[in-house]
């Protein structure tokens, strides 16, 4: 997006082009790559280039400034994570930060106007690269999205994040995008004050001109915080930013529970840098990066990101290659996960088909799909017309009429083998013989589901988690007969919800909800045993996970469990049986939050805490054991079970077990996955827990193969040998 150059130079990844107008272009564009990370190869290129700037300004050389991408959809994604994570000591970390700040606040003086021109992804160090310049423009295309996730990593923002944003949008504001490291999009950077400008993303290259134009002609005045009376009071006091930070860190508290470092940081470094000399503060926020690059959560959490990007990548280019472009969905079945299905897949603007056989089902489903819609425009994820034209994207049916034009349909029906294959029947009698057929089953075989169809090499697994729209994991489960087109295809399409897909073997309960299974069938026993619901779930959540396992059971629901723990069973053996107290508590009338009565009472989808009646069921609460014995009875059978479906090829690798458990089950991410926690244990202990539980407990706590051979050889699942 340059006018007629008149001279060029080209650092790699970035090329300074200037123009006969004196209007220079730094262009971001890292060869051979879909994005533009700011490596330190890059930092170094940046640095000579600005070097050469300044000698063309000292000579009149240049008017003014524009940084920009060459990649479609792409500004720069941030830092290089690869690095991030080869960081071994703080003195490494704080140089790294401290470089970073450097540079960037040499472009900061330079003597002409700089302009960051966004379009697309502009994270991380690529905003804290757009805050070191005097303007930002942005397109007003739906991947531009501007936000600062270092907390997501564990870390705080280093380049200087942390210093330039809140004398850009407000100190509450930048405490909001920081602390929850969200990106926003131009329209809402706009209100922010964080960009000057939206221009239309198909008048790019002249809405950029124009701005260039208005700015050297002084037309564009410096932007101020767009602070309302109130914040501006609060913020311009020392009492009042007191009572500000004091509160942030309450609430980080309360939603963290003290196992994420980086939100309370961030905080530190907001308080400390505010109206401090800048030298000073930018040396506070490269030491605050420094100590938690080092720490135990931010490697951990460093290394999930990293297994995410990894899984992407599951497939080759060449499988790849023979997927099938998916423009038209249908979704059979409108229950619970159809609607939610079908709202994800509408919202990602692919049309959709919802069909049910019942229309008051139906009409629950395109409801639920409606509502769905409606709370991501409140939480301005998109603008309420886009809401309405996504929803005009759901088509509502009872019945095949055009599944002739589906490419991909994914039936969400009741988990029963008999009814889904009936489903399958009747959709390759009416569809394209090259479409894709898909079952979101969560227990059932997908091999035996395609039986005696004529295209089973068309059939694939597509195992999305409740609620669709919050859970980013994806089961793609290749059947024994699943094609590489149908496996292509899921797993492409799992990428363009902006799911993160994990290729797993058609074995009882796949991957997530075989681990799972343990978990909860030993909670249950547990709880036969005389604890309260209290114990085992507080001891779980202290652990780190996100609810405890009968507060999961409730989620689920008793029915849903109890089936899926029979497929369980009958497929693998009694070591996964579920336990009785399911039984009686349906017996009792109990199925869990959909009734709103299980362990917890529910109000208008909401606990209201543990049900005081539970012991007319479960008979008076005596037991008591140490939390470290609850704990251990819970996670190492799901070790155990995690050996056993390594052993069979379930997934092929550790690394994959411990993406699918965080982003499918809320496994802590801090502490890495399951199997990075076991190995942090020590297998041999967990391997002789195992073996003193089968002694006294049974046979379902015997040590996998796998488990037995790492304890023997000191060995390690994720850990280098």
């Not at 450097?102 to 690269?129: D, N």
């Not at 029947?425 to 589901?449: G, K, Q, Y």
């Not at 085992?536 to 507060?551: A, S, W």
Request: charged fraction near 25%.
């Amino acid at each position: 997006m340059t006018t007629g150059t008149s001279s060029a130079e080209d650092r790699g990844a970035i090329r300074l082009d200037i123009g006969s107008d004196r209007v220079g272009h730094l262009v971001f564009d890292r060869p051979e790559a879909p994005v533009n990370l700011l490596s330190a190869d890059v930092l170094r290129s940046l640095d000579s280039l600005i070097a050469q700037l300044e000698s063309r300004i000292a000579n009149g050389q240049l008017t003014s400034l524009v940084l920009e991408s060459a990649k479609e959809g792409s500004f720069i994604a941030g830092a290089d994570v690869g690095e991030i994570g080869g960081v071994s000591s703080l003195e490494q970390a704080r140089t790294a930060s401290a470089e970073g700040q450097r540079i960037f606040r040499r472009l900061e003086r330079l003597r002409v106007p700089t302009i960051a021109s966004i379009h697309g992804t502009c994270l991380g160090g690529g905003t804290e690269l757009s805050l070191h310049c005097d303007y930002r423009i942005a397109s007003d295309a739906p991947s531009t999205k501007i936000g600062l996730p270092e907390v997501r990593l564990g870390i705080v923002p280093g380049f200087g994040g942390c210093v330039k944003l809140p004398g850009v949008i407000g100190l509450q504001r930048a405490l909001d995008m920081i602390l929850t490291g969200k990106a926003v999009p131009a329209t809402r950077a706009k209100r922010l004050g964080l960009v000057d400008r939206v221009i239309p993303r198909h008048e790019r290259e002249r809405g950029q001109r124009e701005f260039v134009a208005d700015v050297l002609a002084g037309r564009v005045p410096k932007a101020e915080p767009r602070l309302s009376a109130r914040d501006r009071l609060i913020e311009s006091n020392p009492l009042g930013r007191r009572v500000l930070f004091a509160l942030a860190a309450r609430r980080v508290r309360e939603e963290t529970k003290g196992h994420y470092p980086a939100p309370l940081k961030a905080i530190e470094v907001l308080s400390r840098t505010h109206g401090a000399p800048p030298d000073e503060a930018y040396r506070i926020e490269a030491d605050a990066l420094a100590e938690l690059l080092v720490g135990d959560v931010s490697r951990a959490l460093v290394r999930v990101f990293g297994l995410s990007q990894d899984a992407k990548r599951a497939l080759s280019e060449s499988v790849l290659e023979t997927a099938i472009d998916v423009d038209r969905v249908a979704v059979i079945g409108a229950g619970v996960m159809g609607g939610a299905i079908a709202e994800i897949v509408a919202a990602n603007d692919i049309d959709t088909v919802l069909k049910d056989i019942d229309r008051g089902a139906l009409d629950a489903g395109l409801r639920h799909a409606a509502e769905l819609l409606r709370k991501a425009a409140r939480a301005r994820v998109f603008t309420e017309e886009e809401a309405g034209l996504k929803l005009a994207r759901i088509d509502g049916r009872l019945d095949y009429e055009g599944f002739e034009e589906v490419d991909l349909a994914i039936e969400a029906v009741v988990e029963k083998m008999a009814v889904k294959r009936h489903v399958f029947t009747e959709l390759e009698a009416v569809m394209s013989p090259d479409s894709v057929l898909a079952t979101n089953t969560s227990s059932l075989s997908v091999t035996e589901m395609a039986d005696g169809l004529q295209r089973p090499e068309l059939v694939v697994g597509l195992h999305f988690f409740n609620p669709v729209h919050k859970m980013p994991l994806v089961e793609v489960i290749r059947g024994n007969r699943t094609g590489e087109t149908a496996l292509a295809t899921a797993f492409r399409f799992a990428l363009r919800l902006g799911k993160t897909p994990v290729v797993v073997a058609d074995a009882p309960g796949f991957l997530v909800n075989r681990l799972l299974g343990p978990y909860l069938n030993e909670a249950g026993r547990l709880l036969e045993q005389g604890l309260t619901v209290e114990a085992i779930d507080g001891v779980l959540l202290e652990f780190g996970m996100p609810m405890g396992p009968c507060r999961l059971l409730d989620e689920i629901g008793f029915e849903v469990a109890t089936h899926a723990g029979r497929e369980m069973e009958r497929g693998i053996g009694e070591r996964l049986a579920p336990p009785g107290v399911l039984d009686r508590m349906i017996e009792d009338g109990r199925l869990g939050k959909k009734n709103g009565r299980g362990f917890y009472l529910y109000e208008k989808g909401k606990s209201t805490g543990v049900d005081p009646s539970l012991a007319d069921v479960l008979g008076p609460r005596s037991g008591e054991m140490e939390h470290s014995e609850i704990r251990d009875r819970c996670l190492w059978p799901m070790v155990n079970e995690a050996a056993w479906a390594l052993d069979e090829g379930v997934v092929d690798s550790p690394d994959r077990v411990d993406l699918a458990m965080i982003m499918g089950t809320g496994f802590p991410p801090f502490r890495g996955g399951l199997l990075r926690w076991a190995d942090d244990v020590g297998i041999g202990i967990i391997f002789e827990g195992l073996q003193k539980l089968e002694s006294q407990l049974g046979p379902r706590f015997a040590p996998a193969p796998m488990l037995r051979e790492l304890a023997g050889r000191n060995g390690t699942f994720t850990h280098p040998s």
